[in-house]
């Protein structure tokens, strides 16, 4: 039998990726490009952190997983929301990190960041779901673990927020708006999920009240 956890991270995935791609097919309007700040401009192109970038993959699934039942369900209800509210921006108010950026930044030669770039239409940049997704798994990946796991999982997700700056996928507006996607979504999904595990708790308490006795 498969693990309640595998099959919330299959959930998790294909949503996400279906609405990621599906959102580049059927854009509604040209699309606009981002402003830039300064760190947008500090921040240069290196290869290792194409592969840090990647390592969002590894973070949410070792995330939703990784955790215990009630946990995992959390990531991902947070997981689709994420990618449903996102979908909503990516056909609607299509967005795009400058030209300059996306496909001149130095060392666009190695052969990762062309594989990246070729899974990729540059269209759906705000907000970003590397980012909204990453921050949700380490939320809730962080659940009863000791302190050293907490802080390695927030550096890793630092480092997945300067990855995506440094592999010019998105521009700092973008990370913004991610995590406050993120934010809001798992709030929302810990009180919606908190209540209904107190009903279903209280539940069989009511029913022995209401017996012979």
């Not at 995330?63 to 990618?83: F, W, Y």
């Not at 997945?160 to 798992?186: E, P, R």
């Not at 709030?187 to 999920?193: E, G, H, M, S």
């Amino acid at each position: 039998m498969i693990k309640k956890q595998f099959l919330y991270y299959l959930i998790a995935q294909t949503t996400a990726a279906f609405f990621y791609y599906a959102g580049m097919g059927i854009v509604i309007r040209k699309p606009e490009t981002l402003p830039t700040t300064y760190l947008d401009s500090l921040v240069t192109y290196h290869a290792l952190f194409a592969y840090i970038y990647l390592s969002f993959f590894f973070l949410v699934m070792l995330a939703i997983a990784g955790s215990r039942v009630l946990v995992s369900k959390q990531c991902m209800l947070t997981v689709v929301l994420n990618s449903s509210i996102a979908f909503v921006f990516f056909i609607g108010f299509p967005t795009q990190v400058p030209e300059y950026f996306y496909q001149h930044a130095p060392g666009m030669s190695t052969r990762i960041i062309l594989w990246i770039r070729q899974s990729d239409r540059n269209l759906n940049c705000f907000p970003s779901l590397h980012i909204s997704n990453a921050l949700a798994a380490v939320y809730f990946f962080n659940d009863r673990k000791p302190m050293a796991i907490k802080v390695i999982c927030w550096i890793w997700f630092f480092l997945i927020a300067w990855s995506v700056l440094s592999t010019k996928q998105h521009c700092f507006y973008d990370i913004a708006g991610g995590m406050i996607l993120a934010a809001v979504n798992l709030t929302l999904v810990k009180r919606f999920t908190r209540k209904s595990s107190e009903k279903s708790v209280s539940a069989p308490i009511r029913i022995r009240e209401m017996g012979p006795g």
